[in-house]
């Protein structure tokens, strides 16, 4: 099969189009990964070289050997995405040892995978565990409303995760276990990969303060979503701050509790403290 017209191929691009077209994406901000499966690793095979050298990826990621990553070039653009994936996006191969990777299809103007590979990778070899192997996703993006909440906010997990429920109904059963924050840290290295992934145990949200957030879901849709219901919620608590009363009145964790039953979901009583 021709790589392009392979479904995952397909709904990784959409997802870079429908990002930049949120404005997560200014210049060559943000960054996308996709586990691919087995099957579909044998549908596109053809098209796949294991010529180029192996690299050192700057992190160990045992659990994810011999995995196949569709991801984002460094330094590209997501607006350009669709319009030349082959010069934008890649897919590479992780070692037997989980140490190094090598180009096995793409950046045909030449690159090297997203400067973000070390988180992208530890989130997801964190996320193959936690999930039983169900998540394949994880989006890199610079939300701008969420982004602000970090100067304004305590850079809490509790207390992001209790501002966001609390701005939309249908956010708790989107994300129950809640939001993790990292506080301001160099981006691209292997400290705040290591700090990201560590929040990814328990959540499918990282903030990171003052830069973005990270995502992590089973398929494109659910991750998309999921970065799109975090931000919009960010967007009605910076409307809501913004209007100078405060909230005259909002969800209860009473409520929240009863929200729990209807919908099935279980929200840990951490974040429905009394304030
Ligand atoms: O430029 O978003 O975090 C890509 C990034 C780095
Ligand atoms: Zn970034």
């Given at each position: 099969m021709n790589i392009l017209e392979a479904p995952f191929v397909k709904g990784f691009i959409r997802m870079c189009d429908d990002g930049f077209n949120q404005n997560w994406h200014e210049r060559n901000g943000g960054n996308l990964s996709y586990r691919i499966r087995e099957d579909e690793v044998e549908s596109i095979k053809e098209e796949l070289a294991w010529d180029k050298p192996w690299q050192p990826m700057g992190t160990s990621v045992p659990g994810l050997k011999g995995e196949y990553f569709l991801v984002t070039g460094s330094g590209k653009y997501f607006r350009n995405v669709a319009l030349d994936p082959e010069a934008n996006i890649c897919i590479v191969e992780v070692d037997e040892t989980g140490e190094n990777y090598r180009l096995c299809w793409g950046l045909v103007k030449g690159g090297k995978p997203t400067s973000e590979l070390p988180s992208h990778l530890m989130n997801h070899e964190v996320k193959k565990t936690a999930s039983d192997g169900r998540h394949r996703v994880i989006y890199h993006a610079h939300p701008a409303n969420l982004i602000a909440l970090t100067f304004v906010l305590p850079l809490e997990d509790r207390v992001f995760t209790r501002e966001l429920w609390e701005m939309a109904t249908e956010c708790p059963v989107v994300f129950p276990d809640g939001v993790g924050v990292v506080g301001w840290m160099v981006p691209g290295g292997r400290e705040i990969a290591v700090a990201t992934s560590e929040?990814?145990?328990?959540?499918?949200?990282?903030?990171?303060?003052?830069?973005?957030?990270?995502?992590?879901?089973?398929?494109?849709?659910?991750?998309?979503?999921?970065?799109?219901?975090?931000?919009?919620?960010?967007?009605?608590?910076?409307?809501?701050?913004?209007?100078?009363?405060?909230?005259?009145?909002?969800?209860?964790?009473?409520?929240?509790?009863?929200?729990?039953?209807?919908?099935?979901?279980?929200?840990?009583?951490?974040?429905?403290?009394?304030k």
């Open positions: 929040l990814m145990k328990k959540y499918n949200v990282a903030i990171w303060a003052h830069h973005g957030c990270f995502c992590s879901g089973e398929d494109f849709d659910l991750t998309f979503g999921l970065m799109h219901t975090v931000e919009k919620s960010a967007e009605i608590l910076v409307k809501v701050l913004s209007m100078g009363s405060g909230k005259l009145q909002t969800i209860s964790p009473d409520e929240f509790r009863a929200l729990a039953v209807d919908f099935k979901v279980t929200l840990p009583e951490e974040f429905l403290y009394e």
